[in-house]
């Protein structure tokens, strides 16, 4: 009797797994990300808390301000190991690249790209 409730057991475990899996579909995977661009890219200095402070001469915001535009470019050099990058360079002028945009509430610090600023979205 033992032998045939565990039988029964073990056969329906292994239909009602068999039932599930068979269930499952499979997605085809996405299609492998080729091509990328920096669409934004902001620093905030969260509540002021150090635009009071500096190092050296300069306030911090004015250092960030400075910087920023470096991380535009160590980000897209460092992507292009492995994507083909588009360069900010190359759209941050463009009218539809504007509109698509948010309006900044936030205060944050944006770099200037061709001395035009990256929108924030």
Known sequence: MLKRY????????ITVQLAGCGGISVKKPAAPV????IASLSVSDYGGSVSANSIGSDPVVVLMNKNIAGLVETTEKSLSK????KKVSTFVGTKAYKDLASEMTLSVITPKVNKKPMQVF
């Not at 080729?34 to 661009?37: E, G």
């Not at 492995?82 to 990058?85: G, L, N």
Request: proline share 0%; charged share 25%.
């Open 6 to 13: 565990l039988l029964i057991t073990v056969s329906l475990v």
């Open 82 to 85: 492995r994507f083909k990058v």
């Open 34 to 37: 080729k091509r990328v661009a």
